[in-house]
């Protein structure tokens, strides 16, 4: 018993000691953070990265909000970057300590959820469009009508991700409207178009890189890093970039106001933000960085993919959607809700 | 006692039912396992058998990591919620009912009425308020919030088999002179064994598998195994992931098989 006791006693001090020098804690996505770069941080500056998932932006809201976490850094996406400096749960960064900050590409360097990037460095980033399979299709597969008002030929065979921002996002561009609309006018159009177009969806799930990789989807709306893996396999698979206008998306790293490490964080921030270590998170996530002059250190399959560089003519459609506010979400949600039902 | 007149294994059929059932039970299991020996990543296309994905898996730092710390975790839970749900079934059983007892009842049995999110949340708020007051860190609030939830599935077991318990022997040990304590030791207990045992298996296999409490309560560097593979989920699986659900599948089937032998010496 007494045993049992001083066992528990020394677990309950082990971990808090592990936030002691040379150590930086890192809450980030799963599966998202390179243990090449990881061991090559540690080598050059001796500083043991360890590295906690969590699934989704909201899980990670609420547990940096409810404190007593113990992390430094996070890694959200562009929408919730402006919660967290809102809420005041992260800190501007200090650009004195950030001597690579310029090497952020310019095109990301002022987005309309952080200007200046006074917030948050880009980790990585892409788009949501449609991926198609041209050997069913062959029509122009950069339009939202693929599935909103699906083709004969694609009836039956085009999946939807049930990510209610994103799909309500691209039917709303789709009838000419904003992101974020409290239009009741398009917003009945969008809910009467997918309350219309779900009868020609085989589903609305996930899984897109399996299910068109064998053929059982011939169509879906997906992410471009998830596109460019199925045409890696199967290379009658095109990625259409939607020309009514189609959503961004992009996850960078902040700094937490109670981060316990704030100097290795700032040297970490400043590794990554060299073009050689960002295209090392590029080559394991699979999808592009904001930094400039990474392309030459990707892995040539993802620099010329069309998926990852987006070709000139479809770069104006694609926007970041803003953080809606709590009428539009009302809104959203109710479409949402009886489209699921 | 009259042999029952109705036995359910005698239906025409119950065989083929009973067989069917495993199967559809068992099949998506089984179909992760084989999947785990296949080369290609996709599980659409069947490559060449190989090992890669367990090694893999084996060398996988973070899932060693999260490995021993589930393990570390059940463990200790198992321990506390089962040696407190003893004390509460002692309690609460073969005794006339005291003022009150409906509400003890509710509160043991608590986790398993509430939805398992709010009780993740509240756990949430309240360490994160006492983390920030005391600045004490570690995994102590993992092994505390999976004691909690672990005692109802404790609970139940011990007191099924407290009240299946023949009060008589107790009565008999008390005539000879035993002294209340020595007769829970002599006794009790011995005749409670298989019923601890069960519910602390339960308990065990419980905060192994669990991932919403645990998924809110853990801080920095705390991933345990289920956490670890729902952090997977958002990017693209590969068949290292089986391994690992084949490696966890193979541990608790050693360990259900060790402890149904070593307590096949029943009463």
């Not at chain 2, 983390?131 to 939830?149: D, E, M, N, P, R």
């Not at chain 2, 608790?252 to 402890?259: G, H, K, P, Q, Y």
């Amino acid at each position: 018993m007494k045993r049992l006791l001083t066992a528990t006693a020394l677990l309950l001090a082990s971990t808090g000691l592990a936030t002691a020098e040379g150590t930086l804690q890192l809450f980030n996505w799963g599966n998202y953070t390179s243990p090449e770069l990881l061991a090559k941080f540690e080598k050059e500056t001796g500083i043991k990265v360890t590295v906690t998932d969590y699934d989704s932006n909201d899980t990670a809201l609420a547990k940096i909000e409810a404190g007593g976490h113990g992390f430094d850094l996070v890694v959200p996406s562009a929408t919730y970057v402006q919660i967290f400096a809102e809420k005041g749960l992260t800190v501007p960064l200090d650009l004195a300590k950030l001597p690579n900050h310029g090497n952020i590409a310019p095109e990301w360097q002022n987005v309309s959820w952080d200007e200046g990037r006074k917030n948050s460095i880009p980790w990585q980033w892409g788009s949501v469009g449609i991926s198609v399979n041209t050997d069913v299709y062959k029509g122009d597969p950069n339009t939202s009508a693929l599935f909103l008002d699906p083709p004969d030929e694609l009836k039956g065979k085009i999946n939807v991700v049930p990510e209610m921002q994103d799909i309500i996002g691209l039917a709303t561009r789709y009838h000419g409207g904003e992101y974020c609309s409290e239009d009741l006018e398009v917003l009945k159009k969008v809910r009467d178009t997918l309350m219309a177009a779900k009868p020609n969806w085989i589903a609305m799930d996930y899984g897109a890189t399996e299910k068109m990789t064998n053929g059982d989807w011939a169509a879906s709306v997906n992410w471009n890093g998830s596109s460019m893996r199925i045409r890696l396999d199967n290379d009658k698979v095109v990625y259409g970039y939607p020309k009514e206008g189609y959503p961004l998306w992009m996850d960078s790293v902040m700094l937490l106001k109670d981060a316990q490490n704030v100097d290795n964080a700032y040297t970490f921030m400043n590794f990554i933000l060299q073009p050689e270590n960002a295209a090392m998170i590029s080559n394991f996530a699979r999808y592009a960085n904001g930094v400039a002059g990474s392309t030459e250190f990707m892995d040539p399959v993802m620099a010329s993919a069309p998926e990852v560089v987006i070709p000139a003519e479809h770069v104006a459609a694609g926007v970041f959607p803003p953080t809606c506010n709590e009428k539009s979400r009302e809104y959203m949600t109710a479409i949402w809700t009886e489209l699921m039902k | 006692m009259a042999k029952p007149s109705f036995q359910a294994a005698r239906i025409p059929g119950f065989a083929t039912i009973a067989m069917l059932a495993f199967v559809a039970l068992y099949l998506p299991i089984l179909t992760l396992v084989v999947y785990s020996f296949n080369s290609e990543i996709s599980m659409s296309n069947w490559g060449d058998l190989t090992l890669n994905w367990y090694a893999k898996a084996w060398a996988n730092e973070q899932v060693k990591d999260a490995t021993i710390r589930s393990l570390t975790i059940a463990g200790f839970a198992a321990v506390i919620s089962t040696a407190l749900a003893t004390m509460a079934a002692l309690g609460t059983t073969r005794r006339k009912a005291f003022k009150g007892q409906t509400f003890i009842y509710v509160v043991i049995n608590q986790p398993l009425m509430v939805p398992e999110i709010v009780t993740a949340v509240a756990l949430m708020i309240l360490f994160g308020l006492i983390k920030t007051v005391t600045g004490v860190h570690g995994l102590g609030y993992l092994i505390l919030a999976h004691s909690a939830f672990c005692i109802p599935f404790a609970y139940l077991p011990i007191r099924a088999r407290l009240e299946g318990m023949d009060l008589t022997l107790e009565t008999a040990a008390a005539d000879l002179y035993a002294s209340p304590w020595h007769t829970f030791r002599r006794v009790t207990l011995p005749l409670l064994m298989p019923g601890i045992i069960a519910g602390a298996m339960l308990a065990f296999v419980v905060s192994l598998d669990d991932v919403v409490i645990t998924e809110f309560v853990k801080s920095a560097g705390q991933d345990t195994l289920p956490t670890y593979m729902l952090g997977q989920m958002r990017r693209q699986l590969t068949p290292e992931i089986n391994a690992i659900s084949a490696g966890l599948l193979a541990l608790t089937v050693l360990m259900l098989t060790a402890f149904f032998l070593l307590t096949r010496k029943d009463d």
